[in-house]
């Protein structure tokens, strides 16, 4: 025993980025990504006085009642619908997550998975591994312009502004549905016009969703919605699993109620629902938007500087730079 607070990672995360927690914790690393277990949760942070987590690591009243010593948990993402913050203050356990170093890198991935869906790049690069060029029609291929089309954006905080301002090169017209209006001065930087939901689903060609899950915007994108949508609009999830109702997703893509989609975030992911696998107009990807080398770093930094922080350590110490529940720490 040498006496330091224990920390416990819940996945294998860059080592040097997370060596300075090593002069103040005893740090345990799972050594291999896997989904862990709820009763290996339970047991993992039994003894331990600080977690940083992923966003499959659900942190509940339940297992916060078995980890008696517990005070901080950092979260390596920036929603945290995994994490009951209720019960968390309540337990008097401090909890963190990555805003904003992810925004740009997110942004940049919503446009990949827009362009990439558009234009069918993922269903052509399987033809072609196939084995399927033997010619290729002159009107084969067709997919949709995203270069001065309409891109509705659901969800207008930092990463939804991010994907608007890219809009401007592209001559892309931007408008967007958020729970309360920019201000003036964002909407003009972000050459974004406010409209409701209903109007933003009948007019984007493309519909990039970058809310947050909460269980008010489970299915906010059900069968009603897609049915209200363009026949030939593309919709784009980064958001969160859950926030579209994904069979009905393959439903209106087989049926032609939509023509495409792009989805990096599933319902009861890791596992996808098997309809999906069945539509071919569907570019799918496993939750990977964060994921550019800088910025899984920064990520990883963040929640170290986080749980330093609340050890009274490192740059930050006393005060987690984004902190979630800042009674807790008072
Ligand atoms: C990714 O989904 C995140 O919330 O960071």
């Not at 309409?150 to 408008?175: D, E, N, P, S, Y």
């Not at 949508?229 to 919709?235: D, E, S, W």
């Not at 920064?298 to 930050?316: E, I, K, R, S, T």
């Amino acid at each position: 025993m040498n006496g330091k607070p224990k920390l416990w990672i819940s996945r294998p995360v860059f080592e040097d980025v997370i060596a300075p927690l090593h002069d103040v914790f005893d740090v345990q690393m799972e050594p291999v990504e896997r989904p862990i277990p709820p009763a290996v949760l339970v047991e993992r942070l039994a003894d331990v006085d600080a977690a940083i987590v992923g966003l499959a690591d659900r942190i509940e009243a339940s297992v916060l009642a078995q980890a008696p010593k517990l005070r901080f948990v950092a979260n390596l993402g920036v929603g945290y619908n995994n994490l009951d913050l209720d019960a968390l203050t309540a337990a008097g356990v401090g909890a963190s997550n990555t805003p904003d170093v992810l925004n740009e890198t997110v942004a940049d991935y919503a446009w990949a998975l827009m362009l990439g869906a558009a234009r069918k790049v993922n269903a052509a690069e399987r033809w072609l591994r196939d084995g399927q060029w033997k010619s290729s029609r002159f009107d084969g291929w067709l997919g949709a312009d995203v270069h001065g089309r309409t891109l509705g954006i659901l969800g207008m905080g930092r990463i939804g502004q991010a994907i608007a301002r890219r809009a401007v090169g592209f001559r892309t017209k931007v408008i967007y549905h958020n729970r309360s209006r920019l201000a003036d001065d964002v909407e003009r930087e972000c050459a974004a016009r406010y409209v409701d939901k209903d109007t933003l689903l009948a007019e984007s060609d493309h519909l990039i969703l970058v809310l947050p899950f909460t269980p008010a915007n489970r299915h906010a994108i059900g069968a009603p919605e897609l049915a209200r949508m363009k026949p030939t609009a593309i919709l784009i999830n980064i958001a969160r699993g859950g926030i579209v109702d994904d069979v009905a997703l393959a439903h209106a893509l087989a049926q032609g109620t939509i023509a495409g989609a792009a989805l990096d975030v599933f319902e009861g992911e890791p596992a996808l629902h098997p309809s999906l696998l069945e539509v071919d107009n569907v570019l799918l990807s496993p939750h990977i938007a964060s994921a550019s080398r800088d910025t899984r770093r920064g990520m990883a930094a963040l929640a170290v500087d986080n749980v330093l922080a609340a050890f009274g350590q490192g740059p930050h110490a006393g005060r987690p730079p984004s902190l979630l529940n800042p009674g807790v720490l008072a």
